[in-house]
């Protein structure tokens, strides 16, 4: 759990709930948690978590390059 001391919250002029959020989005961003503990830590669940990702332009899939063509070589035997 993420306890933010009310000095911060007030200096920051932002609610705690948006606080919280962003530094989910951070560190999510940053690679340093899963989209599901990121939203856990925003408070949301994760469809909705997703969706204000969406929203910003953050990709909630990362692949790389051989993963994605993996991916891809997948689907396209299991489409034939």
Sequence with gaps: MLVL???FVKAAEMPEEEIKLEFAIWLFEKEKVSMRKASIMAGLNWLDFSK???A???PTIRMSDEELQ???KTVNNLLR
Excluded: K, P, T
Aim: charged share 40%.
């Design 56 to 58: 910003r332009n953050i």
């Design 70 to 72: 993996a991916e891809i």
């Design 52 to 54: 204000i990702l969406s």
């Design 5 to 7: 001391d009310d000095e």
